[in-house]
């Protein structure tokens, strides 16, 4: 399976309105699997968004398993949350913006819908780095970067060291 070429900031496709997938097509199932592949073979990297690699679809998929003990790899078709609760500041980084982190205010604890790979609608309750990570996949596929989210350019943006990519 081909690693896919990761789109860096400030590519116009990571600001593009994505589409919703209705039909689990081979072509759909050859991205995710690709998507799959890419994010396991780069370094520090726990998800990925279907604009990350050049396609403008509602589709993340992700696997925090490095770091916590949570549901495994989770591919989610179409994913919307529908229930934030709690607030915490979270250090994000992101492989589009290899470059830097940054101090982003997230939910807590999240209740997310999404379709899997079958087309089955789930619902998942999470937290943790899990319900970080799902919650900055999501804002790819609104067209949003960590960057949107901090409150100041100037004191909540960091050259990076060490820290995983979403
Ligand atoms: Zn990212």
């Known amino acids: 399976m081909p690693i896919l070429p990761i789109r860096h900031y400030p590519d116009a496709i990571l600001r593009k309105k994505t589409t919703s997938i209705q039909i689990i097509t081979a072509q759909i199932q050859e991205i995710i699997q690709n998507m799959i592949e890419t994010m396991y073979r780069s370094p520090n990297t726990i998800g990925l968004a279907a604009p990350q690699v050049g396609h403008a679809l509602r589709l993340i998929v ?5 770091k916590e003990k949570r549901h495994g790899l989770l591919v989610l078709l179409n994913p919307v949350l529908i229930k934030g609760e ?9 492989l589009s913006l290899p470059d830097y982190t940054g101090n982003v205010s997230r939910f807590e604890h999240i209740t997310v819908q999404a379709q899997n790979r079958e087309g089955k609608t789930l619902e998942i309750e999470t937290d943790g780095i899990e319900g970080v990570c799902i919650q900055h996949e999501i804002d790819h596929i609104n067209g949003m970067m960590f960057l949107d989210r901090v409150e100041s350019l100037k004191t909540d943006i960091f050259r990076r060291k060490r820290y995983q990519s979403l």
Do not use: A, N
């Open 86 to 94: 709690g607030k915490k500041v979270v250090r994000e980084g992101c």
């Open 62 to 66: 992700l696997d925090v398993t490095s």
